[in-house]
């Protein structure tokens, strides 16, 4: 709920702008890294994940770019939205081991 | 299809109580996954099963224990509660030991 976003950076952003997400990542032998959304009282939601051997990869208004030279995740959210307020996760995971969550950004939108 | 049911949604506990936390799935997945959330820490794996009839450390697993009761089910036990376990826990599933899992809607635990 409202404590997980206690500490968190902040992206403030206004209705209809883009916003970017970055997320600095840690293990170069991650296979894939994984954004997840997080709602206020609820769990985390799969948005999109991108495999270590692309650098690119668009959803439905989504974007994931990956820079494998500089450990570094982004997403794009096009037109942002109320609704897009929450926050957000990258996560990797490599091979058969267990996903690793970053600790999050929060997005406010306003309208 | 409810996906990923956990209970209680709040618990309140006093220290050395114990308590078990539920986790269903009706998605058939073989994998379940169970996560502690605290303010500016992300979530932090506590134990998993990658099928049934397995289960495996995560990174924070000390004072939990968990069973994996049948493919549906994987529980989470406290046996003996302390007030750095305050948190909310998080449950999820995946298909195989994979990148897209499905959470439930959370236990806020506190023990005092």
């Known amino acids: 709920g409202e404590s997980v976003g206690l500490h968190l950076p902040t992206l403030s952003v206004q209705e209809g702008d883009n916003s970017i997400i970055n997320c600095a990542y840690s293990?170069?032998?991650?296979?894939?890294f994984i954004w997840y959304k997080q709602e206020s009282g609820k769990g985390p939601q799969f948005i999109i994940d991108?495999?270590?051997?692309?650098d690119k990869r668009q959803g439905q208004r989504v974007t994931v770019l990956l820079n494998k030279t500089v450990k570094h995740l982004s997403l794009q959210i096009a037109a942002t939205q109320p609704g897009d307020s929450a926050v957000y996760f990258c996560?990797?995971?490599?091979?058969?081991?267990?996903?690793?969550f970053g600790k999050g950004t929060m997005l406010l939108v306003s309208p | 299809n409810a996906g990923v049911t956990q209970t209680p949604k709040f618990q309140v506990l006093k220290t050395g109580q114990s308590m078990t936390l539920q986790c269903a799935q009706d998605?058939?997945?073989?994998?379940m996954y169970w996560y502690r959330q605290d303010p500016g820490m992300g979530l932090r794996l506590i134990y998993y099963?990658?099928?049934?009839?397995?289960?495996d450390k995560g990174e924070v697993p000390n004072g939990y224990n968990v069973s994996r009761l049948n493919k549906r089910e994987f529980s989470l036990r406290l046996e003996s509660a302390a007030p750095s376990q305050t948190s909310v826990y998080f449950c999820?599933?995946?298909?195989?030991?994979?990148?897209?899992?499905?959470f439930g809607p959370g236990t806020r635990l506190t023990v005092t």
């Open positions: 999820a599933s995946s298909a195989d030991r994979g990148r897209e899992q499905y």
């Open positions: 998605m058939n997945h073989n994998s």
């Open positions: 991108i495999r270590s051997n692309m």
């Open positions: 996560a990797e995971i490599e091979g058969y081991s267990t996903l690793t």
């Open positions: 099963s990658a099928s049934e009839g397995t289960t």
């Open positions: 293990n170069s032998a991650s296979d894939y």
